[in-house]
């Protein structure tokens, strides 16, 4: 009976996919009546309906589709008088290019679509043809040129109207593309035209893009509560609104905020739940949310999980052969690999991304390049090799003003001089770090560089120094135990679930809803093929009858050997998750006997007392964590 209802289910998932591909179909042949009957229509309703059909396209047909179908009419769309009814439908092309990373033959489409603009005296046209190669430079890492594109298009639109939406988003764009050159006093400027642009003319669903451009501009800058406070604006707007691109967008902006502050366990929540609005598509943008997750269990040394989330990422960048999201995952696949002496791996991943940046001249990802040169040269001791790249590294983020990752790279040379026993210059690179995360409110890292000073000033026997630090990194140690680890994996696991679950409902209530609201026609049809289901599982069923119980027992087997490997993984995770909540805490005993001598010494007794509250708290921690 099981079967029976499987196949009902199986053919009435088929009639929904029959009425998606038959909307589909109707949009793409209400194109081609367009194209073909021009002089039916007055222009201004002719250009009108070919921009509603070419926005729907990108919701009713995938990436594929839209390159055959756009193949296929290309000669028509040649063909059409009405010229900005023809730009509209070349913009179709030209973003599909984009999106598929075909970033060559992005650039001829737009080219192609100045070019139309400029012979038939329509700035409008020229103007969105250099809004859409402004894209394409973003894509490749080409932001000067990206804003030397934007700053024509602003003087277009300013001419032709002051209140076109198409000024807005460039402004927005402008600024936007500022911060990625670490240009922030300009960006804020562009920012603040957008918001007063918005609040005489714009509306709650452009609103919200500005709310995501700031958090993303006080993100690069490193203003991290900023950042959360604007993603929180702009997604309440998103979800009142629906919109899942911007929904996806803010929870990606909240999710890096909130890794930078130390709360691992939101930030896989936001992480997750973007991935939820992806709903399976394989893209760069998907494909940034695993790297974003790699990062994440990277930094609590979760490697093996890291590594699955980068290798998914990796996978996807490579179908859809996106050269730079590519580059990126694998910097950060390389520090995975450092971590865990895959050195051969690691190197194979630095030399191809470094490849790539160097191609495109992106400057900020190159920095990052540099960095995993030095953590791979610096793990194996190779001092002055580890120094060079980490200072091309530091000369690119100081010009580029990126405090945050700056930072981080004044802390990683920090540690490479310490184990080339230079330990006097390495705690003024860990010091110009610290100044640096407690500017930007790293929380995480203001605690590493407290930990790291601490540890050199007890190797030299410096008391004073050494408690003060000891003191700022237990304190940051009890703020971040909020975002434990372990939590952060377990709500994980539920989220899963509770997917899995929803996605269950979702498909039996799509089934119904499709039962009982379909038309004569599709009813018609699902009946029969519900009829037809029922037969073939009627004869499906006489044939298999006798293999029922091999068939049984083979699955139990499996699922026997399934629940075995899973309880390896979950027993090889489980004393992972335990090395890594107790080395905190035992970190911050590694002090305190110091402590009391140097106190007891000093006759100090309140001292002392705050002691011994710091000592029953970190006792009753481990305690918990046993």
């Given amino acids: 009976m099981n079967r029976v209802i499987l196949h009902i289910l199986t053919f009435s998932i088929l009639t929904m996919s029959l009425s998606t591909s038959l909307k589909a179909q109707g949009l793409k042949d209400s194109i081609r009546y367009y194209l073909q009957n021009e002089n039916k229509f007055n222009d201004s309703v002719y250009a009108e309906r070919i921009l509603e059909f070419s926005n729907s396209i990108f919701s009713e047909l995938n990436s594929k589709e839209i390159g055959l179908f756009y193949q296929e009419v290309e000669s028509e769309v040649n063909a059409v008088n009405n010229i900005l009814a023809r730009a509209y ?32 005296n329509r700035s409008d046209i020229e103007a969105f043809g250099l809004h859409d190669l402004s894209y394409v430079y973003n894509h490749l890492g080409n932001y000067d040129g990206q804003l030397d594109l934007l700053y024509k298009v602003i003087d277009i639109w300013e001419e032709r109207d002051s209140s076109s939406e198409y000024l807005r988003y460039a402004v927005r764009q402008a600024g936007e593309a500022h911060s990625y050159l670490g240009q922030f006093d300009s960006a804020f400027y562009y920012m603040d035209n957008a918001l007063v642009l918005e609040n005489q003319y714009g509306d709650s669903s452009s609103l919200c893009n500005v709310y995501e451009k700031l958090s993303r501009i006080h993100l690069e800058k490193g203003d991290y509560q900023e950042s959360i406070n604007y993603g929180e604006k702009g997604l309440k707007i998103a979800k009142a609104l629906n919109i899942k691109v911007r929904k996806q967008t803010n929870l990606m902006y909240l999710g890096y905020s909130s890794f930078y502050l130390g709360r691992y366990q939101q930030a896989i929540e936001y992480e997750l739940e973007a991935l939820d609005y992806y709903e399976g598509m394989r893209n760069s943008s998907s494909a940034s949310v695993y790297v ?4 994440i269990y990277n930094s609590i040394e979760d490697f093996d999980q890291a590594l699955r989330y980068l290798q998914e990422a990796i996978e996807i960048e490579q179908e859809i052969s996106y050269d730079i999201g590519l580059a990126k995952a694998m910097v950060e696949r390389a520090y995975t690999y450092i971590r865990t002496d895959r050195y051969n791996a690691a190197l194979d991943d630095i ?77 003024e690179e860990a010091n110009k770090g610290l100044k640096l995360l407690e500017i930007s409110g790293d929380k995480k890292g203001i605690m590493d560089a407290h930990l790291f000073l601490y540890n050199i000033y007890k190797n030299e026997d410096n008391s004073s120094q050494g408690l003060y630090h000891h003191e700022m990194y237990t304190s940051k140690l009890k703020e971040l135990n909020e975002a434990s680890e372990q939590q952060a994996i377990a709500e994980e696991r539920a989220r899963f679930k509770v997917k899995q679950i929803e996605e269950d409902s979702a498909l039996i209530e799509a089934r119904n809803d499709l039962l009982q609201g379909r038309n004569t026609l599709y009813g018609t049809l699902a009946g029969g093929l519900v009829i037809i289901g029922l037969l073939l599982s009627y004869f499906f069923n006489r044939l298999k009858k006798y293999s029922t119980q091999l068939e049984s027992q083979n699955l139990k087997i499996e699922s026997q050997n399934s629940d075995l490997v899973n309880l390896n993984k979950t027993k090889d995770r489980f004393f992972g998750i335990i090395a890594h909540d107790l080395r905190s805490p035992l970190a911050a005993f590694q002090g305190l006997g110091q402590q009391i001598r140097h106190y007891t010494r000093q006759d100090e007794p309140e001292k002392l007392t705050v002691l011994s509250q710091q000592i029953e708290e970190l006792s009753g921690r481990v305690n918990e964590l046993l």
């Fill in 292 to 295: 974003r997750l790699g990062r």
């Fill in 89 to 120: 439908l070349m913009e179709i092309n030209c973003a599909y290019l984009s999106n598929s990373s075909y970033f060559e033959k992005a650039e001829q489409c737009c080219q192609d679509l100045i070019t139309l603009g400029r012979n038939h």
């Fill in 351 to 427: 030399e191809f991304a470094e490849k790539v940046f160097t191609g495109v001249n992106d400057q900020i990802n190159l920095a990052n390049v540099f960095r995993r040169w030095g953590d791979y040269y610096g793990a194996q001791n190779i001092c002055d090799l580890a120094l060079d790249v980490q200072n091309k590294a530091i000369n690119i983020l100081e010009e580029a003003d990126k405090r945050s990752t700056l930072a981080k790279s004044h802390l990683e040379k920090a540690n490479i001089l310490y184990n080339c026993t230079q330990e006097d210059i390495a705690k």
